[in-house]
């Protein structure tokens, strides 16, 4: 559900806090949006929605505040979200009709959205990553209408070339609702998800 609150993790204190939206303001945090920090004290919030919508919002963390910034081409929720090159890119999602395999790119500066190459593969509730800021890693997510069409392959979205490749080698499960982290040049960890179960299981994946 939509909602005003907001959690906030203070790593060094180890502890977490709410936040809470003015009552005075109209807007309000949407379910299964994708957000991404720009800054120490800005987060770019984007799509979400149900229905989903094409809006891209900045928070500011300190004023505890949303404005609006240009929204994207397409609406979708549960896509993913990452950046390469101070750009950020979403990927894939639901736009309320069909399951996504489009790509946008954000220009911070110039706050403008451009379409880009199209994943090979619709992906729902996927999760994706940036390595060595120059190559992008979309794993798993729904392709179909239910929820046994689950994708177990890995696309590769090169920034230089706009191109997407799939790889051979796939997941060890379908997975939706994973999470992907870089935690090397050459490696990543994809945490959780869901299949027809549950998934606590944590992946390495090298690249």
């Not at 403008?112 to 390595?131: F, G």
């Not at 120059?134 to 069409?149: K, L, M, P």
Request: proline content about 3%; hydrophobic content about 35%.
């Amino acid at each position: 559900m939509n909602s005003k609150i907001s959690l906030c993790y203070d790593v060094n204190e180890d502890e977490w806090s709410i936040k809470k939206l003015s009552d005075s303001s109209a807007s309000k945090f949407y379910q299964c949006s994708a957000a991404i920090s720009l800054s120490p004290n800005e987060i770019l919030i984007t799509g979400g929605g149900s229905p989903p919508k094409k809006d891209a919002r900045l928070y500011r963390t300190i004023q505890n505040e949303i404005t609006n910034k240009s929204p994207m081409n397409e609406s979708r929720n549960a896509h993913a979200i990452t950046m390469c090159r101070g750009n950020v890119f979403v990927l894939g999602g639901f736009s309320g009709k069909q399951r996504l395999n489009s790509v946008e790119k954000y220009e911070v500066k110039q706050d403008k959205w451009t379409q880009m190459a199209v994943m090979k593969d619709k992906r729902h509730y996927l999760s994706a990553c940036t390595i060595n800021d120059e190559f992008i890693y979309a794993f798993g997510g729904f392709f179909g209408s239910t929820e046994q069409e689950i994708n177990d392959t890995i696309e590769v979205y090169d920034v230089d070339k706009n191109t997407w490749v799939v790889l051979t080698v796939r997941m060890k499960n379908p997975l939706w609702a994973c999470s992907a982290l870089a935690v090397s040049p050459t490696e990543i960890i994809l945490i959780g998800g869901k299949n027809t179960n549950r998934n606590g299981e944590v992946h390495l994946f090298k690249v």
